[in-house]
DNA sequence: GACGATCTAGGATGATCGTCCTAGTTTCAA
DNA sequence: TTGAAACTAGGACGATCATCCTAGATCGTC
């Protein structure tokens, strides 16, 4: 029941961070979004907003990891093809009004610099560091599958940005279509 | 002088808005900033924050439009690299705190919806049109040119994001020989 | 069955928010 | 010179914010 609880708010301050930032993000929200009373927050957070938004970012950062992980293909090409469409799934859920909750963290100065930015960074280097994993296991060497999975993020990033001020995913098609083609080359120029 | 306020008042407010986002710039955070007194907002600004805020934004688009307008190279492949390094710089200046306006706005679902999100991206698809005319002019396919000044824009945003939170500037460098590569595939492609 | 620890519950609080208001000041055309 | 328009100036307003507080409820252990 506690777990339930304090559970329910983690992911509901994740969803409220994807739709409207951390500053706006208030606890009036939370509770209501949730169904939880207002006085458990400081039993279960008694950090107040910065721990329950670093437990919400480290909860996001868990489940996208999870889904990287689940990426399987018999190639290299393979993994960026599952990864392109996994994401254009993500952005057409996004654009109905959430977008990345580790962006919208990042935006906030106040917490860039303190426990919340080391947080984030955290969370997208993990992303990061699944995907090159997935990528040497695929026989790419080292340095070159970081230089991908940098690239796969930052375009899931970025198109998250682009795509939800635009209402749609032309843009992201037109950049992925590039990456592609760029992931392609450097792949089939290994030795 | 008249001028000069609102101005002032536009400026600070593209800065708030780059480090601290949408919801957490305060009118008090502006008139500090700007040295503003409190009673001139609504005067310059009777739409209140919203169209402070929408201001800013047309702003900082301009500025930045004027910056890609100022790119200037021999060949599509030049342009690509002055507009890598640009922006390197751009991000150089960002890791102290900035990140984008535009992308900062973008985060928050009520502005996103409304008046500033419309705002946002009339700002991201003027980038790309610059761009994409650029390379035009250099006698690249217009579809082509879209791809290519759609991924830079992205590429701009996602990095944006992802070194703000690292706070260096390895993963746009490798996301940036990432795009470098597969752009220079896409023009070479072309007859 | 009782007791300490854990959790639920909602209200109170001071600070800060966006907005608005009423004066005073400057500018400039007639 | 004068009067209207544009602008400066700072305080006041209700609403909402994060935080904290005191009780009641529930649970596991002796």
Request: net charge negative; aromatic share 4%; hydrophobic share 40%.
């Amino acid at each position: 029941m506690a777990r339930d609880t304090k559970q329910r708010m983690i992911e509901s301050a994740a969803e409220l961070l994807r739709s409207k930032g951390l500053a706006a993000m208030s606890f009036t929200d939370i509770t209501e979004h949730s169904g939880t009373p207002r006085g458990v927050i400081y039993h279960h957070f008694p950090g107040g907003k910065v721990e329950l938004a670093s437990e919400a970012l480290t909860w996001t950062g868990s489940e996208v990891r999870r889904h990287l992980e689940e990426l399987d293909a018999s190639t290299p090409m393979g993994l960026v093809e599952q990864y392109l469409i996994s994401i254009r799934h993500l952005l057409v859920e996004s654009m109905g009004g959430s977008s990345c909750a580790v962006a919208a963290v990042t935006i906030d100065e106040t917490s860039c610099k303190g426990l919340l930015g080391g947080r984030a960074e955290a969370v997208f280097r993990s992303w990061i560091e699944v995907l090159q994993a997935k990528f040497v296991a695929k026989n790419v060497e080292s340095e070159m599958a970081l230089d991908i999975a940098t690239s796969l993020v930052i375009l899931l990033q970025g198109s998250h940005i682009v795509t939800r001020a635009s209402g749609e995913l032309d843009s992201f098609d037109r950049a992925a279509r590039t990456a592609r083609t760029g992931i392609e080359i450097l792949l089939n120029s290994r030795q």
